[in-house]
């Protein structure tokens, strides 16, 4: 008996390992399936705009064209159908702003720069609704330079004061321990944003230089030091005057940890865990998760022994481009984080040739090709502008690739990203990695990973049309109305109607389609019961913004020749170029009102006119019944889906899509200036609404003919989604080769859809203007699997000799 007893304890402790290791991975993978689920609920949108150019006259046009993606897959994402572009000041105040639409992850606009703008330097940025969940940190933002020529204005100079150095310290992991050695990166920057040159120094308590560190590339840099037991350290740095001035350093810490990269053999790489802890003797466990925009998850465990550990990942099995680095202790509490960078191995390769130099008002003739090493792209989506370079310069813009590979997953300001993708070298890799410790980002916060509770959006993806939000207040004290019944309509064909009901906090949401334009807009309760509430508009566009500095704006005096004659060209391109929309009529499905197809409908000149709307009603509108109780005339529905059935509530009442809910002011208005009456002649559902059928007048103007709306109702202009404008560009072909129509385009050319074929070529043909000069050719574009590149070139144009 004592013999099985002891062969059964044996058996439990030899067992024991297996059961801590089973536990352990039943860890890993909650982990795993934590983030994934987080992920799967959490889609991350990013967005790229190409402007045609990034520097503009007031009254000139921005054109753009948006891909909008995947944040984690890099693929097109057809879930927002509404993006919002704004041009910001300095002081982040909207200068100009415009909704435009996105389908399948693209979409282009226009914006007109206003006339009263002043000069100076400025950032356009875009977003969509969902975007507005991150905050403003995730929008695209890009810096633009706007010139009012008939203002007098002062421009800066490219002198930066060296009193204006930012200097910030970023350990490797985060945190400094005293005793353990780290590599701590650094960044200075100017009040440009840009980075400086400098030499500095770290300085001890008794004023022992114990490091000299000076940046690489953009102010940036790193030096490696051990922090020394109750030691405090300042900075010192010296200008390029040679003046000193001192900077706070990062505290040490007793207890912490310590996190370094290092290349291990082939495609390994070591992530050291280094540092001190208050219970050293007892046993932990610390858990390492990596990820690369949310994808591509690894994770890993040790057992923390003797002050360090080293876990060991396989870059292989990384995602191209930037991947996060997270080791966390036993309660899933993060304690080291860093970024890791690894290059994309595939680029798209745009090139586009031009067969020579040529005169004013030629043809041009591009071959655009995309490829992937010696293979064709085909179906890659192209923008392309053509515009002329004159002496006003400006600060290029950022291409496609390095954007979605670097500058979006990364806070604040890379300066000049593209570098880093042209000739990569080992010096380049040093440069990214100090990069990644300067700039460490995240879309999320790993306490929203980790909780129990669900995830909670203020803001939800406009997946099937545009969201316009508003406020209902009781008028007596202000305070939120609940569950009120609110209507939003406007002068429309055909007649759309939005219902919303109010949350407790007095919020309403309306989801409109093919809003177009702008519009004059009624918000309205139901004036027949209610009447003692006010509507608050809310704005779509956010008031959070940015840290992202502007850089200052730059004018040589000596180019006000240059800009006296853009000027004058960007005046008579205005009064001789016509403006052109994008015919989608012949494209629209649905042209019935939101109601669909009518159970009766009346053309009122197919019947002998009478003088009063009660008469016309009862003569010939069958489905409706005009009654009069206590002095108010009321409309009854005869249902003909339900025999024998008649509604003595009055139904939904239109006029040009409007609500009236007094059908007395209906019975007073002239008939003939109603072109038709449809009935839906049945209980009628919109949203949370029910109706008790639906009476719909229709003026021949759609515009109420002169009907005098109830002063409680809201009418208010709103621009919806902007209608899609033709980018014009004159064709001197035999047929208008004489045209003495002055043409003094610096825009020659802009697409924001050019699309390769089967061979991954495209054709693109246009004609020069009157302006000779130099002109720069930009083509940004990405294909079908997430693939992005662009091209730039130049070529000449002459003046044509009579």
């Known amino acids: 008996m004592k013999t099985r007893t002891f062969i059964s304890i044996v058996v439990f402790f030899a067992s024991l390992p297996l059961f801590v290791t089973a536990q352990e991975d039943a860890m890993i993978r909650s982990i795993r399936q934590r983030f994934d689920l987080f992920r799967e609920k959490s889609v991350q949108e990013k967005m790229y705009v190409h402007l045609d150019r990034t520097l503009y006259l007031i009254g000139e046009t921005i054109w753009f064209k948006a891909y909008n993606l995947d944040g984690n897959t890099h693929l097109p994402l057809d879930l927002s159908k509404v993006g919002y572009l704004e041009v910001l000041d300095q002081d982040n105040n909207a200068v100009a702003q415009t909704k435009f639409s996105i389908a399948a992850g693209k979409g282009n606009g226009t914006l007109l720069i206003p006339a009263g703008v002043i000069s100076g330097s400025y950032k356009v940025r875009c977003y969509t609704s969902w975007m507005k969940n991150a905050g403003p940190d995730y929008f695209f933002e890009t810096p633009v330079t706007i010139v009012n020529p008939f203002v007098r204005f002062d421009p800066g100079t490219e002198e930066v004061a060296d009193e204006g150095y930012d200097v910030q310290f970023f350990p490797e992991g985060g945190h400094l321990v005293q005793g353990i050695e780290s590599k701590v990166a650094f ?314 009901h109010s949350d407790p906090k007095g919020n309403l949401m309306f989801e409109v389609r093919k809003f177009t334009g702008p519009k004059e807009i009624t918000l309205q309760t139901n004036l027949s019961r209610d009447s003692l509430y006010r509507f608050e508009f809310t704005s779509p566009f956010p008031r959070q913004f940015s840290d992202r500095k502007v850089p200052p704006f730059v004018f040589d005096k000596t180019m006000e020749n240059q800009l006296l004659t853009r000027a004058i060209n960007m005046q008579t391109s205005n009064a001789f170029m016509p403006v052109k929309y994008v015919d989608r009529n012949s494209t629209l499905t649905d042209s019935l009102p939101f109601f669909g197809m009518p159970d009766e409908k009346y053309f009122l000149d197919d019947y002998t006119r009478f003088p009063t709307m009660e008469e016309v009603l009862r003569e010939y509108v069958k489905g409706v019944l005009v009654r009069r109780r206590q002095k108010q005339w009321h409309f009854w529905m005869v249902d003909k889906l339900i025999p024998n059935t008649l509604y003595n509530t009055d139904p939904l009442i239109l006029l040009d899509g409007i609500p009236v809910f007094n059908a007395g002011k209906i019975i007073e208005f002239d008939p003939l200036k109603v072109k038709k009456i449809e009935l839906i002649s049945s209980r009628y559902f919109l949203g949370l609404s029910t109706f008790t059928g639906i009476v719909s007048f229709s003026t021949y103007q759609g515009n109420l003919g002169g009907f005098e709306l109830d002063p409680r109702v809201t009418v208010m202009p709103y621009d919806g989604i902007q209608a899609e404008r033709e980018f014009y560009a004159p064709r001197y072909d035999s047929a208008n080769a004489g045209s003495r129509i002055p043409d003094f385009r610096n825009l020659l050319y802009w697409s924001p859809g050019v699309t390769t074929g089967a061979d991954g070529k495209a054709h693109v043909d246009f004609y020069t203007s009157d302006q000779d000069g130099h002109y720069r050719v930009v083509v940004q574009g990405m294909n079908p699997a997430g693939v992005s590149g662009s091209h730039t070139f130049t070529f000449d144009v002459n003046r044509r000799n009579f």
């Open 187 to 500: 960044r200075a920057i100017g009040p440009d944003g840009k980075g400086l040159t400098f030499q500095g120094a770290l300085v001890n308590s008794r004023n022992d230089t114990v490091a000299r560190f000076t940046p690489e590339r953009s102010g940036i840099g790193f030096f490696v030091f051990t922090p020394e037991k109750d030691e405090q350290y300042k900075a010192a740095v010296r200008n390029k005057r040679g003046q000193w001035s001192a900077y706070e350093f990062p505290a040490a810490e007793m207890v912490g940890y310590v996190m370094r990269l290092r290349e291990g053999q082939g495609t390994m790489m070591d992530v050291v865990v280094s540092g001190k802890r208050e219970d050293e003797d007892e046993p932990s466990t610390v858990y390492l998760l990596s990820h690369t925009r949310q994808g591509n998850v690894l994770a890993d465990k040790k057992v923390w022994r003797k002050g360090s550990v080293t876990f060991q990942i396989d870059k292989s099995q990384l995602g191209e481009g930037i991947s996060q680095i997270t080791v966390f202790n036993e309660k899933l509490r993060p304690i080291c984080e860093r970024l890791y960078f690894k290059r994309p191995t595939q680029r798209l390769q745009v090139s586009a040739t031009s067969s020579k130099n040529y005169i004013t008002r030629e043809k041009v003739s591009l071959e655009l090709t995309a490829a992937l090493g010696n293979a064709p792209a085909p179906l890659t989506d192209l923008s392309i502008s053509i515009f002329r370079e004159d002496s006003i310069q400006a600060r290029p813009q950022q291409d496609i690739s390095s954007y979605f590979w670097l500058s979006s997953d990364l806070k604040g300001t890379v300066e000049d990203p593209g570098y880093y993708f042209e000739n990569p070298s080992s010096e380049k890799d040093r440069q990214l990695d100090n990069l990644m410790l300067t700039h460490g980002w995240r879309r999320f916060k790993w306490e929203q990973v980790f909780s129990n509770k669900p995830l909670a959006f203020d803001y939800l993806p406009e997946y099937d049309g545009h969201f316009i939000f508003a406020k209902l207040l009781n008028k007596n004290d202000s305070t939120p109305a609940k569950g009120v019944e609110a209507f939003l309509a406007s002068l429309d064909v055909p007649a759309r109607l939005y219902v919303a």
